[in-house]
């Protein structure tokens, strides 16, 4: 398939990153903005040997699902992946996205995947955004990366962040570069940019990780899961590499609170207690667990493991590995970014007898 060929295809899935696939002469043909069971007129954009990235052009058949995008820059702006999916359809693709993801990547037969649960609202939920100004256009990259799609207002924000960037675009002389708008400008350090689906999740990791003597928190940032868990739990520590959000995490520990900082594959050994006293929750970043994380809790055998994760992959290669010393009982999707590809889950680990 060359560029610019014309084909007719059937869309049978939604990919993790959202584009839709489809099957043609033994080919994948990734397309984006569509549905399964949609059949749609492309144009091959890229091709690669084995697959190719095509534009739409037409739905010739819709499906129920689809909806009309609400935001003028949909298809342009770089943000945003499912607004032209009706919002239940959008949480059933993220919860088999995962559970697909564990499947065929971290080789469980049957995930005990849960379906996603929503976010309370799906639009107006973002309490900042990062905008890109280069005068006279102020807004956020394109799909085209190379594209910077000026925008009025951004409908993921919420009322006080579009304020303040109306106010931006109304200055005479904006200052070249990116720009986070905040709904509050006085906020600094790390915050859930959903704050309402953050209480969906951080009430799930806290039903996961139950109560106990010891709750070992890596990657804990300035302590967001620690703080509402730490009166479950006799003693917490938390560990991170960056000093100011354990500075902060400090700030107001309770006596039966630590916080230190440094590489969570050096400091865990040391942070471990008796295997049947500790639970040990983990919220690393998108690449996922060191080996050496990973090594040190098989060798230690906590008794419980919640694994929170903003990547089903990387999700998915690491419980494999720790499939070795723990059973996978739940999978629970959030849905901390609407109308997005991107995919909160939060996994609950025991260890084997």
């Keep these: 398939m060359r560029p610019g060929t014309e084909l007719e295809l059937t869309i049978t899935d939604v990919v993790y990153g959202g584009d839709g696939l489809a099957r043609h002469e033994g080919c994948v043909v990734f397309v984006p903005f569509t549905l399964p069971g949609e059949h749609v007129r492309v144009r ?32 342009r702006c770089g943000g945003c992946a499912y607004q032209h999916i009706a919002y239940p ?17 971290g080789k469980f037969a049957d995930p005990p995947v849960e379906p996603a649960l929503p976010s309370p609202h799906d639009y107006g939920y973002r309490n900042r955004i990062t905008v890109h100004v280069d005068p006279p256009a102020i807004g956020f990259r394109g799909i085209d990366p190379r594209e910077l799609v000026d925008i009025k207002a951004c409908l993921l924000a919420d009322e006080r962040v579009n304020e303040a960037l109306a106010a931006l675009r109304a200055k005479k002389h904006p200052r070249p570069g990116p720009a986070t708008l905040r709904s509050d400008p006085e906020s600094r350090g790390f915050r ?11 009430t799930l990791v806290e039903n996961m990780a139950g109560s106990g003597e010891l709750l070992v928190d890596a990657y804990c940032g300035a ?17 991170d590499w ?7 995490a400090r700030k107001d520990a309770s006596a039966h609170e630590e916080y230190r900082a440094g590489d969570t594959a050096e400091l865990l050994p040391a942070a471990l207690g008796a295997p049947s006293e500790t639970t040990v929750l983990l919220d690393p970043p998108a690449q996922g667990l060191a080996p050496a994380v990973i090594d040190t809790l098989l060798d230690a055998r906590p008794l419980r493991i919640v694994y929170v994760s903003c990547d089903p992959a990387t999700l998915s290669r690491d419980l494999s590995r720790l499939a070795a010393g723990y059973d996978l009982i739940r999978a629970a999707p959030v849905d901390m970014f609407p109308q997005t ?11 084997t007898e």
């Design 242 to 248: 960056d000093a100011r959000s354990i500075g902060a």
């Design 44 to 75: 091959v954009a890229k091709s690669q040997r084995q697959w190719a990235r095509a534009e739409l052009l037409q739905v010739i058949t819709a499906s129920p699902d689809r909806i009309t995008p609400p935001c003028p820059y949909f298809t």
């Design 89 to 105: 359809r959008q949480l059933e693709i993220k919860t088999q996205q995962v559970a697909e993801a564990l499947r065929r990547i």
């Design 223 to 239: 302590g967001f899961f620690a703080k509402r868990l730490r009166g479950n739990f006799a003693r917490i520590v938390g560990l």
């Design 192 to 202: 859930q940019v959903n704050d309402e689906a953050a209480e969906v999740l951080v």
């Design 341 to 351: 590809a991107s995919i909160e889950t939060a996994c609950l680990l025991e260890a």
